[in-house]
């Protein structure tokens, strides 16, 4: 895999996930937040969608950008408090529901992708 195609899944996620947090906010609420923790306000679907909207802007950005061996390892390090977040928000205070760890699912393609682009990346960049 070159890094460029480890850097457009990594965008991939970003759109696909982000793109659902800003065009369906309150479905991202209903699915992903247990019952105890679901208020599916106008509030809540504007913050979701605010969210959902970074994401895009970013997924964007890592499109139309040129990552270096060093952006993917530091992206790989950055990730890492998230699944913290993952794991604490799922099974120590059950906020996220099953579905609520697309986000999980997400973070570990990215993190394998982020691996691999700063693998490849280095290579180019030892060859160039």
């Known amino acids: 895999m070159s890094a460029r195609m480890a850097q457009f899944g990594i965008a991939a996620v970003f759109l696909v996930l982000g ?8 479905n991202v609420i ?5 019952e105890a923790y ?3 306000t106008y509030t809540n679907r504007f913050i979701m969608a605010c969210f959902g909207a970074q994401a895009v802007l970013f997924g964007i950005v890592a499109l139309v950008v040129r990552w270096r061996a060093k952006a ?4 790989a390090i ?4 998230f699944f913290v977040f993952n794991w604490y928000f799922h099974f120590e205070v059950p906020v996220l529901t099953s579905y609520g760890m697309i986000d999980f699912a997400g973070n ?18 030892l060859a160039a």
């Open 78 to 81: 950055l990730l890492l408090p």
């Open 30 to 34: 209903e699915l992903g937040f247990t």
């Open 38 to 40: 679901r208020a599916n």
């Open 72 to 75: 993917f390892l530091v992206f």
């Open 108 to 125: 570990s393609l990215m993190l394998i992708l982020a691996l691999l682009g700063w693998r490849a990346a280095r290579a180019e960049e």
């Open 19 to 26: 793109g659902w947090a800003l065009f369906a906010p309150g």
